[in-house]
């Protein structure tokens, strides 16, 4: 079993950048492919990112490619959102999700862990 836990969230002004970290616990993690999610007020959630287990796979909303990183620190049980440029439509939660897999692709379905969330809000 996999225990993920956001950090980083906060009040930014647009224009300006946070780094989201997502700890993990549990000894799948370096098996996992991790991603990132985000659901702003009244909105479905939508993906954001994912990065493989091995961190040399990723994958972007595209909207956000240009935008936002994703990496990992498989020694410290953590992955990363690099969001840069932020935009007041950026506001949402944020959440970290991930999947036990064989193959080393970033998946973001069908994912078997949640996080509870970090909230980022963005001003203008």
């Known amino acids: 079993q996999v225990q993920l836990v956001e950090s980083g969230g906060g009040l930014v002004q647009a224009g300006g950048s946070l780094r989201l970290s997502c700890a993990a616990s549990?000894?799948?993690?370096?098996?996992?492919?991790m991603a990132w999610f985000r659901q702003a007020p009244g909105k479905e959630r939508e993906f954001v990112a994912a990065?493989?287990?091995?961190?040399?796979?990723?994958d972007y909303r595209d909207s956000l490619k240009d935008r936002f990183t994703i990496s990992r620190d498989n020694a410290k049980n953590t992955v990363y959102l690099q969001m840069n440029s932020l935009k007041p439509e950026d506001t949402a939660v944020y959440y970290c999700?991930?999947?036990?897999?064989?193959?080393?692709?970033?998946?973001?379905?069908?994912?078997?862990?949640w996080g509870k969330g970090t909230l980022v809000t963005v001003s203008s």
């Open positions: 990065v493989s287990w091995s961190g040399r796979n990723t």
């Open positions: 999700a991930a999947k036990y897999s064989n193959y080393d692709a970033p998946y973001y379905f069908g994912m078997d862990y």
């Open positions: 549990g000894r799948t993690f370096s098996r996992s492919a």
